[in-house]
Nanobody, 115 residues
């Protein structure tokens, strides 16, 4: 059974930084995609950033240049460094893992950016 556990959310002022971490447990196929989604109140869940097992990344336009996604395969972990945070970044952030026909989600961690 694969589980994802996130950490690192919290309250930060506009312009501040946070780093989210997500650690996976269980058996994971070595070719996979890990990433982060977010969901703000009243909005649909959206992709923030993804990173493929070969290292290729993709980002939502709204976070390009401010957020950086990275992974450590030895630790089965993915990270999201968030800089220059804005109030519109406020949301619950979810870790995501995909491989083969499987998809897994973390429980979510709240990020709140005060103006």
């Amino acid at each position: 059974q694969v589980q994802l556990v996130e950490s690192g959310g919290g309250l930060v002022q506009t312009g501040g930084s946070l780093t989210l971490s997500c650690a996976a447990s269980g058996s994971i196929f070595n070719i996979n995609t890990m990433g982060w989604y977010r969901q703000a109140p009243g909005k649909q869940r959206e992709l923030v950033a993804g990173i493929f097992s070969g290292g290729r990344t993709n980002y939502a336009d709204s976070v390009k240049g401010r957020f950086t996604v990275s992974r450590d395969d030895a630790k089965k972990s993915v990270y999201l460094q968030m800089n220059a945070l804005k109030p519109e970044d406020t949301a619950v952030y979810y870790c995501n893992l995909k491989f083969l026909r499987y998809e897994y989600w973390g429980q979510g961690t709240q990020v709140t950016v005060s103006s």
